[in-house]
C-alpha cells in the first residue's frame, strides 16, 4: 500500500464531482468538534483521531510516510 498523496475525499452520502466539497466538509466538522474544548481536551481529541485513522490504515510502512511528511515544514 502506498501513501496517497492527491485529494482522495469522497462522500456517499452526498455524493459531488468535486472533490473539495467532501473535504470542506469534513473540515467545518473537526472544527466544529473542537468547538469549547480547552486545549487539553483539543488535543486529546487529535490524539484520538490520529490513533484511531492509523489503525484503519494498519500500514506500518504507510504510518511511517506520514509521519516523515507530517515532520517537515510546510
Known amino acids: ?35 469549547g474544548l480547552d486545549a487539553a481536551a483539543s488535543a486529546m481529541l487529535d490524539a484520538r483521531m490520529v490513533l484511531l485513522l492509523a489503525n484503519h490504515v494498519g500500514d506500518l510502512g504507510v504510518l511511517r510516510q506520514a509521519l516523515l511528511l507530517a515532520r517537515e515544514p510546510s
Not at 469534513?26 to 473542537?34: I, K, N, P, Q, S
Open 1 to 35: 500500500m502506498e501513501l496517497v498523496l492527491q485529494a482522495h475525499f469522497h462522500d456517499p452520502a452526498s455524493p459531488s464531482p468535486y472533490e473539495h466539497v467532501a473535504a470542506d466538509a469534513f473540515y467545518a466538522e473537526l472544527l466544529a468538534a473542537h468547538e
